[in-house]
């Protein structure tokens, strides 16, 4: 017998498995109306030669920052070839460098092997630009909080995209997402005071739009009745208690369908569903870990492996640090900017300062 024969290759459960992957892409964005049209409202002056308005996209992990921000460059591609949209993740794409030579390339200026500085890449920008029919340029930069914990000042970045207009004679609108509240703070007032930027809060779903969420996925991912009624309440139950995360829900509907073609079903049941927790358990976990700590200095990382151990009071750090009087001001400054990054949080319980990761 063939170690495949016990694995049947009909299809059972999914007509289309694509529907509830991460970078599947609605056509029709449910629960962000306002949203969008704000997002819209503030790049559509760009049609038009004037400045576009600069936003941050603020708000909890799966709340919508990234699939609404792709479906908006989708349709403003289809609805006009006179603005170029970009999209860079900046956690794969973390350097000044690199971003301002993605621009130039979508430009289709030819970037050379050899190394080139910042200035003959926007030389580059400015003459691609003038050789286009674009009136202007939207550029959404996703996870932009990896600027600003790099050491060789790459948000300086932010700097260059907002004074393009006066500097390079290009509109670009800049749209920046973050899930940190605290994002702008960590500007600048140089900075801060270039990009004028507004924030757009995304908050979080709601138990009836995670589940309608769920059903406009499950109707393009299975095939007619495989999903037993209390599946997708139970998936959204699931988003819900992660902070109204629609990416968790998503995730936890498919790992559960994946579950039931395992096992063999025509139906994926709530057992399903209660099977798949554990993992999307670790999973978070592993998502939480997502930090670059190689960019910091051996004090921050001595910090950072102490309060891994577990939750700490301020002054059993500096006792852990051996720190002296006049190196506990540094340490504050150090934990403030952790606690900006969203890496950790600091409470105060009887009149004591606790810290712990985030």
């Not at 910091?296 to 750090?317: M, S, V, Y």
Request: with cysteine; proline share 3%; glycine share 4%.
């Amino acid at each position: 017998m063939n170690v495949f024969d016990n694995f049947s290759s009909e299809q059972n459960i999914f007509k289309d498995e694509t529907a509830l992957m991460p970078d599947y892409l609605p056509t029709d964005i449910l629960h962000r109306e306002r949203e969008i049209k704000e997002i819209v409202s503030s790049v559509n002056v760009l049609m038009v030669g004037r400045k576009g308005e600069n936003l941050f996209l603020i708000g909890p992990p799966g709340t919508g920052k990234t699939c609404c921000s792709k479906y908006i460059l989708t349709e403003l591609e289809e609805h006009t070839q006179r603005i170029l949209p970009i999209y860079i993740n900046c956690w794969e794409y973390s350097s000044r460098f690199v971003i301002l030579s993605i621009l130039a390339s979508r430009l289709n200026m030819i970037m050379p092997r050899r190394g080139i500085s910042v200035d003959e890449v926007t030389e580059r920008i400015v003459e691609g630009f003038e050789k286009s029919s674009y009136k202007g340029i939207v550029i959404v930069l996703d996870e932009v909080d990896r600027l600003f914990t790099s050491k060789t000042g790459d948000k300086e970045v932010l700097y260059d995209l907002s004074r393009a207009k006066e500097n390079l004679g290009i509109n670009i609108s800049i749209i920046a997402i973050s899930n940190n509240r605290n994002i702008l703070a960590n500007l600048d007032d140089r900075i801060r005071s270039s990009l004028s930027p507004r924030s757009l809060e995304f908050r979080s779903y709601d138990p009836i739009a995670l589940k309608n969420i769920l059903s406009q996925r499950a109707k393009l991912a299975f095939f007619s009745n495989v999903l037993d009624e209390e599946v997708i309440p139970l998936c959204a139950a699931i988003g819900l208690n992660h902070k109204g995360d629609a990416r968790i829900a998503i995730n936890a509907l498919w790992k559960a369908a994946k579950d039931a073609e395992k096992q063999g079903q025509d139906k994926v049941s709530i057992e399903n569903v209660q099977n798949i927790k554990s993992s999307l358990k670790t999973e978070e976990k592993e998502l939480g870990k997502k930090i670059d700590y190689s960019i910091f200095n051996k004090r921050e990382k001595q910090i950072l492996r102490i309060i891994k151990k577990g939750e700490i009071e301020t002054n059993d750090l500096y006792k852990k640090l051996k720190a002296k009087e006049n190196e506990k001001r540094n340490i504050r400054n150090i934990l403030e900017k952790f606690e900006k990054l969203d890496i950790i949080k600091i409470d105060t319980k009887n009149n004591k300062r606790i810290i712990f990761l985030n």
